[in-house]
T-cell receptor, first 115, second 115 residues
Framework: AQTVTQSQPEMSVQEAETVTLSCTYD???????LFWYKQPPSRQMILVIR??????QNATENRFSVNFQKAAKSFSLKISDSQLGDAAMYFC????????????FGKGTRLSVIA | NAGVTQTPKFQVLKTGQSMTLQCAQD?????MSWYRQDPGMGLRLIHY???????DQGEVPNGYNVSRSTTEDFPLRLLSAAPSQTSVYFC??????????????FGPGTRLTVL
């Protein structure tokens, strides 16, 4: 079974600085998807960024980028120019590509942004 | 589009009561799923459906029933509520497990307390 591990329960960053959230996963599949979701206090789950395993290029969405290391099974999220609105829980998630497979989530990292 | 909607937002039950959490989506998504979120546990899959008339169990299905009579609706039934079912419940949907349309969209969540 696939597992997703987020080893940092809590992180903090100064406003305007850069922070990296870690995620590792375990799978025997060669084709899959990886996601980062943001959950603010409103509890809504918001997709931040996604990465297809077959793509070597790291995904980027504005201030958010990933460092995808397929051989190491690592998928970290970098947030540049951190803003107060980035404070939230961040979940890393995995989804296989064999049929209709569900998302597997990590336990989350709580990010605080210090003004 | 309203996206994924869930009702109610909050619910308090007594042990042994039954109830149904409603989930609906207006994006014509085939794939729908229910997750529960507990502190320090991330999101765990309860049940999912790959289309009308088809459902399957996830990681933590005990105590819950689902049905999928239409593409739009995917209700979650608690048969006899227990305090261990106190949690926040999320419904999610996506087109399918196919490569180009794999992003899951989440509802706003239902906070359930069982006394």
């Amino acid at each position: 079974a696939q597992t997703v591990t987020q080893s940092q329960p809590e992180m903090s960053v100064q406003e305007a600085e850069t922070v990296t959230l870690s995620c590792t996963y375990d799978t025997s599949e060669s084709d899959y998807y990886l996601f980062w979701y943001k959950q603010p206090p409103s509890r809504q789950m918001i997709l931040v960024i996604r990465q297809e395993a077959y793509k070597q290029q790291n995904a980027t969405e504005n201030r958010f980028s990933v460092n995808f290391q397929k051989a190491a099974k690592s998928f970290s999220l970098k947030i540049s120019d951190s803003q107060l609105g980035d404070a939230a829980m961040y979940f890393c998630a995995y989804r296989g590509n064999s049929g209709n497979t569900p998302l597997v989530f990590g336990k989350g990292t709580r990010l605080s942004v210090i003004a | 589009n309203a996206g994924v909607t869930q009702t109610p937002k909050f619910q308090v039950l007594k042990t042994g009561q039954s109830m149904t959490l409603q989930c609906a989506q207006d994006m014509n998504h085939e794939y729908m799923s229910w997750y529960r979120q507990d502190p320090g546990m991330g999101l765990r899959l309860i049940h999912y459906s790959v289309g009308a008339g088809i459902t399957d169990q996830g990681e933590v299905p005990n105590g819950y029933n689902v049905s999928r009579s239409t593409t739009e609706d995917f209700p979650l039934r608690l048969l006899s509520a227990a305090p261990s079912q106190t949690s926040v419940y999320f419904c999610a949907s996506s087109y399918s497990g196919f490569r180009d349309t794999d992003t899951q969209y989440f509802g706003p969540g239902t906070r359930l307390t069982v006394l």
